[in-house]
C-alpha cells in the first residue's frame, strides 16, 4: 500500500496491522532520530501551528475528562500544545513523553513541563497518573503488551486513558484516505479490535464516540492544517480558497467512501486485579 508495506487485517479481532511488521528497537530509534522513509517530516514550528488547529477543535472533551485530576502524561505529545493548554489548570501536573529529540526540545520550550525521551514501554518510575492521554498515538507503539503493561504500571487507581484514533470497516477502501502514512502508522483498530484488546488486557470502555471520518475530513480547519505530503497539502490550498468546493467533496466522498472509516475519541479504565489472558 505505502512505504513498501502492505495492509492486512486479523480474522480473529479485525485489528489492521503493516506487513512486514517492524521489531520494536528498530522502529523507536527510527523515531527519535525522525527518519521515516517516504515521509516528509515537518518542522516543530508546522506542525506545532496544525496541533494547535487540532486542539481548536477537540481539547473540550480531553478537558473534561480530566476534572479533578492531578496528575497527567502525555504520551507522544509532539510539540507540547496539549500540555501548554491544560497548564491553564493549575491543580494538574503535566508531564509528556515524546521520541523524536528535536520535537521533544521544543515541547519543553513551549509547555514549561518535563518531557522524557523514552519509549512509552519503558517508561517505569515512582510517578503514577490520574490520566493518559494518547491522542493519534496508538496506531505508533508496535507491541500492545508493552503498552497495556505499562498503562497499568503508570495509573493510579481509578485512573483513565484517554485515546484518539482511527477505527475502520473490513469494507474500507484505499482511498479513504490519500496518504495512510505507512509505515509510520503501524496499526489501525477494526471495529470490533477495540473489545478484543480491553477483554485481553483488562481494561473497561467508559466512553466511546465513534464519528465518520468525512464528518471530520472536510472541516475547514482541518484543511489549513500542514500535513507531510506536499500533493494533499496543494489540494488543502485549493479546498480552502475555492467556494463550495469542500461540500461538494464531502458529498461526492460520502456517497462513495463513507462510513467506512471512523475518528473515534474512547476512555478505558483499568479493571480491578485483572490482568493479561494469555
Given at each position: 500500500m505505502d512505504g513498501g508495506c502492505e495492509l492486512h487485517v486479523c480474522n480473529l479481532c479485525e485489528l489492521f496491522f503493516t506487513h512486514p511488521y517492524p521489531q520494536?528497537?528498530?522502529?523507536?530509534?527510527?523515531?527519535?532520530?525522525?527518519?521515516?522513509?517516504?515521509?516528509?517530516?515537518?518542522?516543530?514550528?508546522?506542525?506545532?501551528?496544525?496541533?494547535r488547529l487540532y486542539y481548536d477543535r477537540h481539547f473540550r472533551f480531553i478537558d473534561g475528562e480530566c476534572d479533578g485530576a492531578r496528575s497527567l502524561l502525555d504520551v507522544g505529545c509532539g510539540t507540547g500544545h496539549l500540555l501548554e493548554r491544560l497548564r491553564a489548570r493549575p491543580a494538574i501536573r503535566c508531564?509528556?513523553?515524546?521520541?523524536?529529540?528535536?520535537?521533544?526540545?521544543?515541547?519543553?520550550?513551549?509547555?514549561?513541563?518535563?518531557?522524557?525521551?523514552?519509549?512509552?514501554?519503558?517508561?517505569?518510575?515512582?510517578?503514577?497518573?490520574?490520566?493518559?492521554?494518547?491522542?493519534n498515538v496508538l496506531s505508533h507503539i508496535p507491541s500492545f503488551d508493552g503498552m497495556f503493561r505499562a498503562l497499568r504500571a503508570a495509573l493510579r487507581p481509578g485512573g483513565k486513558v484517554i485515546l484518539r484514533t482511527s477505527e475502520m470497516r473490513e469494507s474500507v477502501s484505499r482511498w479513504n484516505q490519500l496518504h495512510w502514512g505507512i509505515p509510520d502508522d503501524l496499526h489501525f483498530l477494526g471495529l470490533r479490535t477495540l473489545n478484543f484488546l480491553c477483554a485481553k488486557y483488562g481494561f473497561a470502555v467508559t466512553r466511546h464516540i465513534r464519528v465518520p471520518f468525512e464528518e471530520e475530513l472536510f472541516l475547514t480547519s482541518r484543511w489549513r492544517q500542514v500535513g507531510r505530503n506536499r500533493f494533499v497539502n496543494l489540494l488543502k490550498a485549493a479546498g480552502v480558497r475555492i467556494p463550495g468546493l469542500l461540500p461538494a467533496m464531502k458529498w461526492l466522498y460520502t456517497a462513495t467512501l463513507g462510513q467506512r472509516l471512523f475518528v473515534s475519541f474512547i476512555v478505558l479504565t483499568p479493571l480491578n486485579g485483572a490482568e493479561k489472558r494469555s
Open positions: 520494536s528497537g528498530p522502529q523507536h530509534e527510527m523515531v527519535h532520530a525522525g527518519k521515516y522513509p517516504e515521509i516528509e517530516i515537518l518542522d516543530c514550528e508546522r506542525r506545532y501551528q496544525g496541533e508531564t509528556g513523553i515524546e521520541l523524536n529529540s528535536q520535537v521533544a526540545q521544543f515541547a519543553r520550550r513551549v509547555s514549561g513541563c518535563n518531557v522524557y525521551e523514552i519509549p512509552f514501554e519503558d517508561f517505569c518510575g515512582d510517578q503514577r497518573f490520574d490520566v493518559i492521554t494518547m491522542i
